[in-house]
């Protein structure tokens, strides 16, 4: 698992270090702004969008006593705590974003900088990362869902949102729930739900 935890980050890392500058790992710098076509703001929101609802879904219509349904309930486990987490460090690092004209160094700016690390890595990450360590093993292909979070991370930082130590972050963050929760004998969102998961099962009754 540590190995290929590693590969996936490497994946995430290899487009965004490709000259050093400034910020935390000496690698943050602007580059050339790009909001149009699979690039566009929209389509990553589409995409963010389109996974949490996905992950949820997928809690909601499968059993958790299947080999699916555990994997779906951990995915939104993981997106949970990645999110949730993210909202803190965000909070406590309040770093400036590119598009503020910040430098990649401005970090403890106060109220309203939320650079460090990124939201929607984290939650992308986090989301698929059961699937990978679940699946990967019995299906190589499986390996493909990593693109996701990738994808994201190279067009948080085209359109100015974000620097790139702050998508590396947000892809680690989102990884290690995605590990925790994989490893977890039950879930968690699950067991806090009223009448022990009762919504959960009514759900999948039908």
Known sequence: ????TTVLCLCLASPLAARADGGPFGIDHLVAYDD???WSRNV???LSYGAALTVLGGTLWTRDDTRLGRTFDQSLDAMVLGTGSDEVLK???SRARP???GDPNDFFQGHGNGSFPSGEVAELS???T???????HDHPAVWALALVPAYDAVARVKVHDHWQSDVLAGAALGTAFGIYAHRRQSPLIAGWLPGNGLMLAYA???
């Open 1 to 4: 698992m540590r190995w290929r």
């Open 36 to 38: 149009s076509g699979i």
């Open 44 to 46: 990553q929101k589409d």
């Open 91 to 93: 909070f406590a690092f």
């Open 99 to 101: 598009h503020d004209g």
């Open 126 to 128: 986090a989301a698929v």
């Open 130 to 136: 059961p699937f990978i360590a679940e699946y990967g």
């Open 204 to 206: 999948r009754r039908f």
